[in-house]
């Protein structure tokens, strides 16, 4: 039963996050909004609605390990694992622009969280003070994207695609949109459950299942379109749309949850933190040599998100050093 939770809400949560960003798109469109600010402020935040409605729904519900866990396995997920096998599927361009301001903006985003988390809790004042960051990051983003074609800028080219297939009228979009919004409610409710429920079952910690099952359902959707995009040759975006993600993730997803319920922090999660601050600082180096992740380095960010989920095992006492040549 707890895997019909947690599978059945995933998919909830996948579907509602789509119609929120469909139905967004469309009441963005019907009131002649710039691609610009539908990409930003629609898309992105639409794509990131997962991780925002899980982060929510478990500090309500008492399980703050899945709250963070959640945002720092999907960072994680998003830099070493979708990035790396879109990378060896084909070379990803990354534009010095999204590698400098976006790429900053990660790292320090992220560095701040293992700062913050040191004193074994995200309060409310730190929840403000990071929506505050968020915010100023949107606005240097949009006023450093303005007039840009979409060529020049991510959240204008998701946005310009996007509109092209839409042609459903606004009334119809609002309707798509508040289905979405309760399917993500619902969903969160469902995944939440599902995931303290197998915790409890397999003996494994609310962390854990944060980390791995629930961050890979949040993260289908930039798993499935980035790897389709890399396939087809449309790899212009893909750096920014991951970068871009995990920066709303960070800051917008954990800044609103605490700032609603204060965040309890696990000690164990100090490790995940670093872990996301280190793949940022390793992912950075690796574009701006010759703004290109390349194949070798496709295949680097792979196994060291492996080499990641070995350790996740060994510390949860699922793998062993002798099952992995260690003694």
């Given at each position: 039963?707890a895997?019909?939770?947690?599978?059945?809400?995933?998919?909830?949560?996948?579907?509602?996050?789509?119609?929120?960003?469909?139905g967004?798109?469309?009441?963005?469109?019907?009131?002649?909004?710039?691609?610009?600010?539908?990409?930003?402020?629609?898309?992105?935040?639409?794509?990131?609605?997962p991780?925002?409605?899980?982060?929510?729904?478990?500090?309500y519900?008492g399980a703050?390990?899945?709250?963070?866990?959640?945002?720092?396995?999907?960072?994680?997920?998003?830099?070493?694992?979708?990035l790396?096998?879109?990378?060896?599927?084909?070379?990803?361009?990354?534009?010095?622009?999204?590698?400098?301001?976006?790429?900053?903006?990660?790292?320090?985003?992220?560095?701040?969280?293992?700062?913050?988390?040191?004193?074994?809790?995200?309060?409310?004042?730190?929840?403000?003070?990071?929506?505050?960051?968020?915010?100023?990051?949107?606005?240097?983003?949009?006023?450093?994207?303005?007039?840009?074609?979409?060529?020049?800028?991510?959240?204008c080219?998701?946005?310009?695609?996007?509109?092209?297939?839409?042609?459903?009228?606004?009334?119809?979009?609002?309707?798509?949109?508040?289905?979405?919004?309760?399917?993500l409610?619902?969903?969160?409710?469902?995944?939440?459950?599902?995931?303290?429920?197998?915790?409890?079952?397999?003996?494994?910690?609310?962390?854990?299942?944060?980390?791995?099952?629930?961050?890979?359902?949040?993260?289908i959707?930039?798993?499935?379109?980035?790897?389709?995009?890399?396939?087809?040759?449309?790899?212009q975006?893909?750096?920014?749309?991951?970068?871009?993600?995990n920066?709303?993730?960070?800051?917008?997803?954990?800044?609103?949850?605490?700032?609603?319920?204060?965040?309890?922090?696990?000690?164990?999660?100090?490790?995940?933190?670093?872990?996301?601050?280190?793949?940022?600082?390793?992912?950075?180096?690796?574009?701006?040599?010759?703004?290109?992740?390349?194949?070798?380095?496709?295949?680097?960010?792979v196994?060291?998100?492996?080499?990641?989920?070995?350790?996740?095992?060994?510390?949860?006492?699922?793998?062993?050093?002798?099952?992995?040549?260690?003694?």
């Open positions: 039963m895997y019909w939770f947690l599978g059945g809400g995933l998919m909830m949560l996948l579907f509602g996050s789509e119609a929120v960003v469909r967004g798109v469309t009441m963005a469109r019907a009131l002649n909004l710039p691609p610009l600010v539908i990409g930003l402020l629609v898309i992105t935040a639409g794509t990131s609605a991780e925002f409605a899980v982060s929510i729904q478990a500090a519900a703050p390990d899945i709250a963070l866990a959640n945002v720092v396995g999907s960072n994680i997920l998003n830099l070493l694992l979708i790396g096998l879109a990378a060896m599927i084909r070379p990803l361009p990354s534009s010095p622009k999204v590698v400098l301001r976006d790429g900053t903006a990660m790292l320090l985003a992220a560095i701040a969280l293992a700062v913050m988390t040191r004193n074994g809790s995200i309060g409310k004042i730190e929840g403000y003070a990071l929506l505050a960051a968020f915010a100023l990051y949107v606005v240097v983003h949009f006023f450093s994207d303005w007039r840009r074609s979409a060529e020049h800028s991510v959240p080219a998701r946005a310009v695609a996007r509109l092209q297939t839409d042609g459903l009228s606004g009334t119809a979009g609002l309707f798509i949109f508040l289905f979405g919004l309760v399917g409610a619902v969903g969160a409710h469902f995944a939440v459950d599902g995931a303290v429920a197998v915790a409890h079952e397999f003996h494994l910690s609310q962390a854990m299942i944060g980390l791995t099952a629930v961050a890979f359902g949040s993260s959707p930039e798993l499935a379109v980035t790897l389709i995009a890399a396939a087809r040759g449309q790899t975006i893909a750096v920014g749309h991951l970068v871009g993600s920066v709303f993730n960070s800051l917008g997803a954990i800044g609103i949850t605490a700032s609603l319920v204060p965040l309890s922090v696990n000690p164990i999660l100090s490790n995940d933190l670093l872990v996301m601050a280190g793949a940022s600082a390793l992912l950075l180096p690796l574009l701006i040599t010759s703004w290109r992740l390349t194949r070798p380095r496709g295949v680097l960010l196994l060291s998100y492996a080499s990641y989920l070995v350790f996740l095992g060994w510390r949860q006492g699922l793998v062993t050093p002798a099952m992995v040549g260690l003694s």
